[in-house]
């Protein structure tokens, strides 16, 4: 329930932006950036879970959406 109150107030696309740039929650020094560095890293996938359009188990795999989206194209024309 915490989660969901401080993302809402955080916004989920400038958590999801501060995923993609590495962003320490955790030099926030408070409880607010504890929770949201326990969501970056290994609360990540019990979060988004309840989402199932949102499918990364992790930030890192969030993070590199892109490439693995490009390497599934190039192994597509491939074959």
Same mark, same amino acid.
């Given at each position: 329930? *915490? !989660?969901?109150?401080?993302?809402?107030?955080?916004?989920?696309?400038? #958590?999801? !932006?501060? %995923?993609?740039? *590495? *962003?320490? @929650?955790? $030099?926030?020094?408070?409880?607010?950036?504890?929770?949201?560095?326990?969501?970056?890293?290994?609360?990540?996938?019990? @979060? #988004?879970?309840?989402?199932?359009? @949102?499918?990364?188990?992790?930030?890192?795999?969030? $993070?590199? $959406?892109? !490439?693995?989206? !490009?390497? $599934?194209?190039? %192994?597509?024309?491939?074959?």
């Amino acid at each position: 329930g *915490r !989660a969901d109150c401080v993302l809402k107030l955080y916004g989920v696309s400038n #958590f999801l !932006a501060d %995923i993609d740039q *590495r *962003r320490e @929650f955790w $030099r926030c020094g408070h409880l607010i950036g504890d929770l949201l560095d326990w969501l970056a890293t290994e609360g990540f996938g019990d @979060f #988004f879970e309840r989402f199932p359009d @949102f499918s990364y188990t992790t930030a890192e795999e969030y $993070r590199q $959406r892109y !490439a693995v989206a !490009a390497l $599934r194209g190039l %192994i597509g024309t491939m074959r």
